[in-house]
Nanobody, 126 residues
Framework: QVQLVESGGGLVQAGDSLRLSCAAS????????MGWFRQAPGKEREFVAA????????LYADSVKGRFTISRDNAKNMVYLQMNSLKPEDTAVYYC???????????????????WGQGTQVTVSS
């Protein structure tokens, strides 16, 4: 069982940067693939980025590719999402999630992730 807590959200202007953090506790974090998702008001939750357990492999949604970077520090049980060149359409609640199926490819469907944080709000003003 892994518990996840996101932090780092806030209100920023278009073009600004933010770094989200996800603190994990419990067993297994260092061997789980991790993902970031987001949900805007009135929209379905969507995939943002994923990292393999080692951090070597990453995957991004087309909408954030080149602007966002996922990283992790297994020694600290942390996952990060560096968000640059933010746009108003990036406004959403951001969630981190853990995939407990070991040694599989990175997945983008939220139904494939087993553990979720409570989310952190990111608001980008124009």
């Amino acid at each position: 069982q892994v518990q996840l807590v996101e932090s780092g959200g806030g209100l920023v202007q278009a073009g600004d940067s933010l770094r989200l953090s996800c603190a994990a506790s419990g067993r297994g974090f260092s061997v789980y693939n991790m993902g970031w998702f987001r949900q805007a008001p009135g929209k379905e939750r969507e995939f943002v980025a994923a990292s393999s357990w080692s951090g070597v492999s990453t995957l991004y949604a087309d909408s954030v590719k080149g602007r966002f970077t996922i990283s992790r520090d297994n020694a600290k049980n942390m996952v990060y999402l560096q968000m640059n060149s933010l746009k108003p359409e990036d406004t959403a609640v951001y969630y981190c999630a853990a995939d407990k199926i070991l040694m599989r490819r990175l997945v983008t469907a939220d139904s494939e992730y087993n553990y979720w944080g409570q989310g952190t709000q990111v608001t980008v003003s124009s």
